[in-house]
């Protein structure tokens, strides 16, 4: 098989952040008297399941840590590797913060894909780094049954402009940086429903950075900030809800959604992880019995 007629999401059971182990079973996973071990420099751990960790160097300064990876979400090599990038710094900017560099993540089916594609993949994320500013300075790769890759990512932000997932208050107002829908039009992409003038329009999504949220810690009316990705709109939401206790109301018609979004969802392409975030967090929602 030639290297230009190789669809990278057909090596793959998942696609993107869409294959990420279930709320509840991570929930599962995590659970351990072990993890009650606080370190008090330790700002932000995994109770809130955040975007990332936040360490506080006592000099005014915190360190922001987050690791991110994924199986192929598009087919081109240099995109797939530019959009898991991305997806990445994208945790240090949901903190507030400035990335500083990154490592990356490899996992490849050697036998199977060529080398070079893996070049590519790597060469995308690289370019995504350099966007953001940041070197791509070493990482780690393993020979895996199936194309992984992304960035382990640390970040600086002033401790006192530290945003988390878990502090939003009664009367906040929610903003969305992107318009949803990706998963369904990646999904749509799989199964050979997406019309022509779709093409492209969820890879572009994927590649633009988020750098409002450095933007927004300098803020002080913006009290949380949370990077929505596989547990979806529903499930970060919920997450940030239940971290402040807190409710969220929301009008449908104006989450921004990106083109065929609902003549998709139509068609069935819904992606897996839809489901199992609506298994995980659909109990929390509440009566929609009034929206039209």
Known sequence: MSEQAIRLTQYSHGAGCGCKISPKVLETILHSEQAKFVDPNLLVGNETRDDAA???????????????????????????????????????????????????????????????????????????????????????????????????????????????????????????????????????????????????????????????GAAFANIDGVKAMTDVTGFGLLGHLSEMCQGAGVQALLCYQDIPKLPGVEEYIALGAVPGGTERNFASYGHLMGDMSHVA
């Not at 402009?161 to 998963?183: E, H, Y």
């Open 54 to 212: 936040v360490y506080d160097l006592g000099n005014g300064t915190s360190i922001i840590s987050t690791t991110d990876f994924f199986m192929p979400i598009v087919d081109n090599p240099f995109d797939f590797g530019r959009i898991a990038a991305t997806n990445a710094i994208s945790d240090i900017f949901a903190m507030g913060g400035k990335p500083i560099m990154a490592i990356a993540i490899l996992g490849w089916p050697i036998n199977t894909l060529s080398p070079d594609i893996a070049r590519e993949v790597t060469e995308g994320g690289r370019f995504a780094c350099r966007q953001a500013g940041i070197a791509l300075a070493g990482g780690h790769s393993i020979d895996a049954p199936e194309p992984i890759f992304g960035l382990a990512v640390t970040g600086v932000v002033p401790t006192e402009r530290v945003k988390k997932n878990s502090t939003a208050q009664a009367g906040c107002k929610l903003f969305l940086t992107k318009p949803l829908g990706i998963g369904v039009l990646t999904t749509a992409e799989k199964k050979s429903l997406l019309k022509p003038e779709h093409q492209g329009l969820a890879t572009e999504v994927m590649c633009r950075m988020n750098v409002a």
